[in-house]
């Protein structure tokens, strides 16, 4: 295991399948054998697919894409059929796939690897305690193949189906991957680290800028909109513009209802841990301050809200979105959290509704 370990962080060439089991083991051991995407038995559905990758690419994601249905991608159509002016029902029909593919793109590209795809340091095997994450210098991506399918919005189980299990992975190798490609990457006031993060992430540069959110915790989304923030108690207006499934808290930290302003952008922060404001912790549990990283607690960027302890952050688990509950904050993929803090400037209006 070793061995290993040390190739992968040197950015040696592996099978996708050997990478993917030190990422996604339980998965992993359950594969059966490889079938081609557009083959009957593959768990990817290519309909679907392309419908998630030009989602994404609409502004209009529905969290990983995978090429599986499910209650993200329904709320994701929602949110183009109406910025579009479409009937909203959360299909597919004729007139939704004729907008989306207004956008001319496919729904997978070759890309060969360079050395900033799959570069470390990576940290595996990755620790669960806070104590012995508080450790490290860097909260970084398991392996190579995390990492390639954070930069491409998906899963490495997603990768693994798309390319075969026994397709190599690594510094000049050619693998299938969802096109969401940013056309642009003038990433204008970006600072340099927020512009290192958005290029990381594939973010698009060309996505319109924004005045205030609408945070839903009935449909679990956050829509982004360009004009004036709605009044107390009436319904948003201005052009929904974007949209991204959102974690809205839990029982014990429910989403805080009312309106709200973000006030300062971290990027790449730390986290500091503190036990009493965890529900699921115990309080005599020392306070840890963990280092900064795609996979810490807060993924990549943190959006501060006036509500005290509370933020709008990234994820080390994209899969998860709208799937577990947070500790009250509002939980973004890492490329859709990135994206947000493109379209909008610090100190626009958020507003949580039930």
Excluded at 51 to 80: E, H, N, R, W, Y
Excluded at 167 to 191: E, F, H, M, R, W
Excluded at 301 to 313: C, M, N, R, S, V
């Amino acid at each position: 295991m070793r061995a290993v370990l040390i190739a992968i962080a040197a950015g040696a060439t592996l099978s996708a399948a050997a990478v993917a089991q030190k990422s996604e083991p339980s998965s992993a051991s359950k594969s059966k054998a490889w079938v081609a995407p557009g083959t009957k038995g593959s768990p990817i559905d290519g309909e679907t697919f392309h419908a998630q990758v030009l989602l994404d690419a609409a502004g209009f994601t529905a969290g990983v894409i995978d090429g599986k249905k499910g209650s993200s991608l329904i709320q994701a159509i929602k949110g183009f059929q109406e910025a579009k002016g479409l009937q909203i029902n959360g299909k597919l029909d004729a007139p939704t796939r004729q907008a989306l593919l207004q956008q001319n793109r496919q729904s997978t590209r070759m890309i060969r690897l360079a050395d900033e795809d799959v570069s470390g340091p990576f940290v595996y095997p990755f620790p669960k305690k806070y104590e012995d994450q508080a450790k490290l210098k860097f909260l970084g991506y398991r392996n190579m193949l995390e990492k390639v399918a954070e930069r491409y919005h998906t899963t490495p189980a997603t990768i693994v189906a798309l390319n075969g299990p026994d397709k190599l992975i690594g510094p000049g190798q050619i693998l299938k991957l969802p096109n969401v490609v940013p056309q642009s990457t003038d990433y204008s006031g970006a600072n340099d680290k927020q512009s290192q993060l958005l290029t990381m992430l594939n973010v698009e540069g060309n996505a319109p800028k924004a005045d205030y959110i609408v945070v839903d915790k009935s449909d679990g989304t956050l829509k982004v909109y360009r004009g004036s923030p709605p009044a107390k108690g009436e319904k948003p207006s201005g052009q929904l513009v974007a949209q991204f499934p959102v974690t809205t808290g839990s029982g014990h930290d429910p989403l805080p209802l009312g309106t709200w302003k973000t006030t300062t952008y971290s990027f790449l922060p730390p986290f500091n841990f503190q036990p009493d404001l965890f529900w699921d912790v115990s309080d005599d549990k020392a306070e840890q301050k963990l280092p900064p990283g795609p996979n810490g607690p807060v993924g990549v960027a943190w959006l501060d809200l006036t509500k005290e302890h509370y933020g709008i952050h990234g994820t080390s688990e994209p899969q998860t979105i709208q799937k577990t509950e947070s500790h009250g904050c509002l939980r973004l993929t890492n490329w859709d959290v990135m994206r947000l803090s493109l379209m909008l400037k610090p100190g626009f209006t958020a507003v949580f509704v039930a």
